[in-house]
């Protein structure tokens, strides 16, 4: 297994336009979560799945954005109509329910958004 | 969630130990201590985590105080890879909830 992948590694829009990310996380896993991250801070959580079910989702998440799990396995995280505000690096983990507690978190390299 | 303080920087000297604190005054019985690091460009990576007692890994050892209110994370021999930004975070045990990272401690490695 190679971890958690995400594409693309970068990505440079223009404002309004609508973008798509892709996280593949550690296969077994059956947690996988979001995070946006800008400059000098800390990941901030944005959602999280349970297999495909979508468990919880951040104030963060305004309603431009949309993540989908889709069987279970690979994670598609959606920006529309993109804003300069969203600039980020967009950082995707995975984990085995009853094991993240105990450091079972494995994060991705992320997916750095500049909208121009 | 119980909160965690920590300096926003600190500086090494390569192949000294490096000993980063953490506090959580308002811990509570059941919250494990975490640590995680990122790299420059890299998403967080774990390092270590422990409950009550001193924890020792590969990568590092983990210092609990007795009230459990702080820890030390301790990197033995600072390499310069060890440059990075590191996150002490509490998760409930058997909390099946996500991380929450604060800002962290930007560790910085001189040769």
């Known amino acids: 297994d190679t971890g958690v992948s995400q594409d693309p590694r970068h990505k440079i829009t223009k404002r309004g336009q609508n973008v798509t990310f892709r996280c593949d996380p550690i296969s077994e896993h059956n947690r996988l979560y979001w995070y946006r991250q800008t400059l000098g801070q800390g990941p901030e959580f944005l959602t999280y799945f349970q297999n495909e079910a979508q468990l919880e989702k951040s104030r963060l998440l305004s309603d431009r954005f949309s993540a989908e799990r889709p069987k279970g396995s690979f994670s598609t995280l959606e920006i529309q109509r993109t804003e300069q505000g969203d600039s980020a690096m967009y950082l995707c983990?995975?984990?085995?329910?009853?094991?993240?507690?105990?450091?079972?978190?494995?994060f991705g390299s992320g997916t750095r958004l500049t909208v121009v | 969630d119980a909160k965690t303080t920590q300096p926003n920087s600190m500086e090494s000297n390569e192949e000294e130990p490096v000993h980063l604190p953490c506090n959580h005054s308002t811990i509570s019985g059941t919250d494990y201590i975490h640590w995680y690091r990122q790299l420059p460009s890299q998403g967080p990576e774990y390092v270590i985590h422990g409950l009550t007692s001193n924890v020792n890994n590969r990568m590092a050892s983990l210092a609990i105080a007795e009230d459990r209110k702080s820890s030390t994370l301790i990197l033995h021999r600072a390499t310069l890879r060890d440059a990075a930004v590191y996150y002490c975070?509490?998760?409930?045990?058997?909390?099946?909830?996500?991380?929450?990272f604060g800002k962290g401690t930007k560790l910085s490695v001189k040769p």
């Open positions: 983990a995975s984990s085995l329910l009853g094991t993240g507690f105990l450091g079972g978190y494995t």
């Open positions: 975070i509490l998760t409930r045990g058997g909390s099946q909830g996500n991380l929450i």
